[in-house]
């Protein structure tokens, strides 16, 4: 059960309730879904970064607002992970969808969320998390609390996970 003490101050009082008439329910509910979403929402379409670290070779990052992930240097299937840049964004889009759905609460009261849809949003932010664990665990991967290095930004996009990160040429030449 997830636990936010900060959700607990928050004014439910306009709020329909959707399920079994208890506002705790509309709040778990509100919570989950919001859960749900920014998980999917953060994996499903991302900002890509190619950049230049400090003393090092360019490589790719993901991550918006801020690069949480970007490859290793010590062997080219590796990945790096940087916490507090992974929580920030999780903030973000977790206070995004929060707002989002109060609001959507508060305009239309007596919105149902159909339980179709809902098993599918959480089934595809279950299948998600189970993804990016697999990708972690094969991977190599290195876990810094904090990124340990400048980047110089040399070109951003964004990017749909199922598509292939373009890595642009970093030098271009002028042959013909």
């Known amino acids: 059960m997830l636990c936010l003490s900060w959700i607990g101050d928050m004014n439910f009082a306009d709020t329909r309730v959707i399920a079994n008439g208890n506002k705790n329910d509309m709040k778990q509910l ?14 499903l379409l991302t900002k890509w ?8 070779p360019d490589k790719l990052y993901w991550g918006f607002p801020f690069a949480f992930m970007g490859e290793g240097f010590h062997t080219s299937i590796s990945y790096q992970f ?15 969808w929060v707002a989002l759905i ?5 305009l239309t009261p007596n919105f149902k ?5 809902s098993k599918i949003i959480f089934s595809l932010a279950l299948l998600l ?4 664990g697999g990708l972690i665990s094969v991977s190599n991967p290195i ?30 030449s002028n042959r013909k």
């Open 30 to 43: 509100n919570i989950k879904l919001a859960l749900a979403i920014s998980i999917i929402s953060m994996f």
């Open 102 to 106: 109060l609001t959507v609460n508060k």
């Open 143 to 172: 876990f810094h609390f904090k990124r340990p290095y400048d980047l110089e930004i040399l070109q951003t996009g964004k990017v749909f996970i199922w598509e292939n990160t373009p890595r642009p040429e970093r030098f271009k």
């Open 82 to 96: 940087f916490i507090i840049e992974f929580i920030s964004n999780f903030v973000v889009y977790f206070s995004f």
């Open 49 to 56: 970064w190619f950049a230049l670290p400090v003393d090092g």
């Open 129 to 132: 998390c189970i993804g990016f």
């Open 113 to 117: 969320l159909s339980a179709i849809l």
